[in-house]
């Protein structure tokens, strides 16, 4: 019997782009492997242009970073940004503002409308670890939280039940070693500040004092995790600066970087840095300006009060 020779080799290239343009993108990889000829109408950037769009369901008016073509934008979307869903999650009853998660890994916590803090532990399944109902300290909504640096502490950010144009809000820090216990809660207005972390101990919060018609005054206040002292001589919370606001405006959001200790201190000069103390432990805080150690030094020192503020 005769054999009949295949004509698909013989396929013009408009006919084979258009059947390839029914396939997904797993077919249409595994058709490139046919041959030469497949493998270049595979890589055709109008059928992964299509192929994106289908698939990551983005604006056609939005085009690929420059010099990159659909196949490498698909590629760098797929192979970089993760994607996979591993569960879901309905433990809250309300949107979900926020998502944070620890240094270490092992574990999550998320805010919501509902008013309810809830800490995971991140292993499949992810199963909660603890959660506090904010609502019971008059709280609206959870709205921001943030692992300290040793993940020992959390600090939780909401806001107050009020008046529709009430901008109070509150600061929480938890435990995450004695059961979730509540360490300290701090004014924080207006609550879009959120506050964060300064030093592992440490956190910064916002107030709001307004001067005169569209101005005001703003503050960050620095504050210790936990309202328990060892001695009434050490401060629990601080002033470290004052902005003066004019049209209405304010601080809205603070954040910290990593930086060295005494940074800013050290270039103006190192004559009243403690090299002892430098060379006997292994300080790593975020400084800026300065440590939460050396306001305290100052502080306890007897001479007149030192002004952090900038005014």
């Known amino acids: 019997m005769e054999q009949v020779e295949s004509m698909w080799p013989y396929i013009p290239q408009p006919v084979l782009y258009n059947i390839f343009s029914y396939l997904n993108y797993k077919d249409l990889i595994r058709a490139g492997e046919v041959c030469h000829l497949w493998y270049i109408a595979s890589r055709d950037d109008f059928l992964w242009k299509r192929i994106f769009f289908q698939n990551f369901k983005i604006e056609r008016s939005v085009p690929p970073i420059s010099g990159k073509t659909w ?30 998660f620890s240094h270490n890994g092992k ?53 107050h039940f009020g008046s529709p144009h009430s901008t109070s809000g509150e600061i929480a820090v938890f435990s995450l070693q004695a ?43 620095l504050n210790k995790a936990s309202q328990e002292t ?58 800026n300006p300065v440590s939460h150690r050396d306001i305290n030094v100052l502080t306890n020192q007897p001479t007149t009060t030192r002004n952090q503020g900038i005014c």
């Open 71 to 100: 196949l490498e934008e698909f590629k760098r979307l797929c192979y970089h940004i993760p994607i996979v869903q591993t569960e879901t999650l309905t433990d809250h009853m309300h949107q979900v503002l926020h998502v944070s």
């Open 179 to 221: 059961g979730f216990e509540l360490q300290c809660r701090v004014v924080n207005k207006p609550y879009d500040i959120f506050g964060t972390w300064y030093s592992d101990q440490h956190l910064l919060s916002g107030d709001l004092r307004w001067l005169a018609h569209l101005v005001s005054t703003s503050f960050l206040w």
């Open 230 to 287: 060892s001695s009434e001589h050490v401060p629990i919370t601080q002033n470290l600066f004052r902005f003066y606001n004019r049209n209405a405006s304010s601080i809205r959001a603070i954040m910290v970087s990593n930086c060295l200790p005494n940074s800013e201190r050290a270039a103006g000069g190192s004559e009243d840095l403690n090299d002892e103390i430098l060379l006997k432990e292994n300080i790593v805080e975020h400084g």
């Open 107 to 159: 574990y999550f916590a998320t805010c919501s409308k509902d008013g309810y803090i809830l800490v995971w532990n991140s292993t499949y399944p992810a199963r909660i670890k603890y959660f506090k109902d904010m609502k019971k300290f008059c709280w609206k909504y959870t709205q921001y939280s943030q692992f300290n640096e040793s993940d020992t502490l959390l600090l939780v950010s909401g806001v």
